[in-house]
């Protein structure tokens, strides 16, 4: 009888344990299925995913004990799966649910706003003569690492921001910071850059930006009085909170509490891609701004 009464508890603990843990994937996996209400803030609607994980784990406990294992099971099953053929392994998982935690208190921000006006004549020629987005070499440089980075679940969810952000991570983990010659301020095209992701911070914008319109997106580099930088357009300012959402969910050790940097330009939000941050929309090296370089439009 006692030999039963253990055995028993011991079902019971084992059973809510089970519980327990399936909220931890369940609420990543509603998240990727569940599409945002529009009504409320994206830090609400991670929490709402964790509450409808627990909701969900206790129903299936009430309905049987032998469904919640099997439940487990499922959900273990799948991480298998995903880790095996699709490349989504535990850590992707606890990078996922740690992305939600930190949603759950970080706030993006506006930080600055700037009209943009056209740059001098001669710096203006010099940089878009660099420019090589239609550059087969580029295109193939462009779309091999937009992919590299973030599974299709991200891009399915995000969008093409996804292969933007993709592009970001390997140039700025790859650059290493090298000057130009002595005396003179040489702009390096993107074709050389590629091979030596090597170059000072005008030669980054450059590739940066070449890269990003090589995969239809549309970029611009940013004069300020010590430095060059791209920004990329990310929608209207109505989407800031997608993209903060969708950054600090691919970067959430990067990004931690910090905000999302921004300029406005007619209602576009454009963010920061500079090699100085550690992720899109990173502080600003120079607040000051002297002049824009459009591509788009030229």
């Not at 019971?12 to 569940?34: E, G, K």
């Not at 930190?102 to 003569?129: A, D, H």
């Not at 030669?203 to 239809?216: K, R």
């Amino acid at each position: 009888m006692t030999h039963l009464f253990k055995l028993s508890n011991l079902t019971t603990f084992l059973v809510r344990f089970i519980q327990i843990i399936i909220v931890f994937p369940m609420a990543v996996l509603i998240s990727f299925y569940l599409p945002p209400i529009s009504f409320i803030d994206y830090e609400l609607n991670f929490l709402l995913c964790v509450v409808l994980a627990a909701i969900v784990s206790v129903v299936i406990t009430l309905i049987s004990h032998k469904l919640i294992l099997l439940a487990f099971v499922g959900i273990m099953g799948a991480m298998f799966f995903n880790s095996t053929f699709d490349d989504y392994t535990v850590e992707n998982l606890y990078a996922d649910y740690n992305a939600m935690l930190v949603n759950m208190t970080s706030n993006s921000s506006k930080v600055s706003y700037f009209k943009p006006v056209r740059g001098t004549y001669f710096q203006e020629r010099r940089v878009k003569s660099a420019m090589q987005p239609t550059h087969p070499v580029v295109r193939s440089f462009a779309v091999e690492n937009s992919t590299r980075f973030f599974h299709d679940e991200y891009y399915r969810k995000y969008g093409k921001m996804v292969r933007y952000f993709s592009l970001f991570k390997h140039v700025r983990n790859s650059w290493r910071y090298v000057n130009d010659p002595l005396g003179l301020d040489y702009y390096s095209p993107p074709t050389e850059s590629i091979k030596l992701l090597a170059g000072d911070c005008d030669d980054y914008a450059i590739l940066m930006a070449s890269s990003i319109m090589a995969i239809g997106g549309e970029a611009r580099i940013v004069i300020s009085p010590n430095h060059m930088y791209t920004e990329v357009k990310m929608g209207t300012v109505e989407d800031l909170d997608k993209v903060s959402y969708a950054v600090r969910s691919l970067f959430p050790d990067e990004v931690t509490g910090g905000k999302i940097h921004f300029h406005e330009t007619n209602g576009e939000l454009w963010i920061n891609f500079d090699y100085t941050a550690g992720y899109p929309g990173g502080p600003f090296l120079e607040p000051e701004l002297y002049s824009v370089i459009n591509f788009t439009n030229s």
